[in-house]
């Protein structure tokens, strides 16, 4: 895996935060106007009987309610799915043994820092960081395929 590949993979995690936001938000409207259906206001008679003009509308109501309700748990499987990658990403970083590198890390792409946000708190140079980010980057593939990282 190249460098750019494993960056990549690493920020899947700002990816995720910001589809789950998006889903949420999602979900919520769909609740709405799934609530709105709700408020069906249906006719009756006086013998107890629907109104036959409602009762068709009624009815596709019902049908859009239930369709509703399984986009809803589409978009929540879509939610668990996204959380899963993001505990497999975390879990990748927490196996780098070396803990500047996993704090490069954890910040860059769990954090979303700028890396000269990072380099300057961290006090390194320029340059000495962005060796260690590649240090870092060695070490999160070795974590990745199971081996021991220094």
């Known amino acids: 895996m190249t460098n750019q590949e494993k960056k990549e993979y690493l920020k899947q995690i700002n990816n ?3 589809r789950v936001d998006y889903l949420l938000t ?6 709405v106007k799934r609530d709105r259906l709700l408020n069906i206001s249906v006719n009756y008679e006086n013998n107890g009987t629907q109104n036959g ?5 009624t009815e596709s109501k019902v049908m859009a309610y239930a369709e509703m309700g399984e986009y809803i748990e589409s978009l929540q499987e879509d939610i668990q799915k996204l959380y899963k990658l993001k ?3 975390k ?3 927490n196996n780098v043994s070396d803990a500047t590198c996993r704090e490069i890390l954890f910040r860059k792409y769990i954090n979303a820092e700028r ?3 990072i380099w300057e708190s961290m006090h ?5 960081y962005w060796r ?3 240090d870092a980057l060695t070490a999160a593939n070795m974590a990745l395929n199971g081996t021991e990282c220094q």
């Not at 999602?26 to 609740?31: D, L, N, S, V």
């Not at 003009?53 to 509308?57: A, D, E, I, Y």
């Not at 390194?124 to 000495?128: F, G, H, L």
């Open 16 to 18: 995720i935060d910001r």
């Open 87 to 89: 505990r497999i990403i």
């Open 132 to 134: 260690l980010h590649g």
């Open 124 to 128: 390194y140079s320029k340059r000495q």
């Open 53 to 57: 003009s409602n009762s068709n509308g």
């Open 115 to 117: 890396d000269e946000s």
């Open 91 to 93: 879990a990748i970083i």
């Open 26 to 31: 999602a979900i919520e409207k769909e609740k």
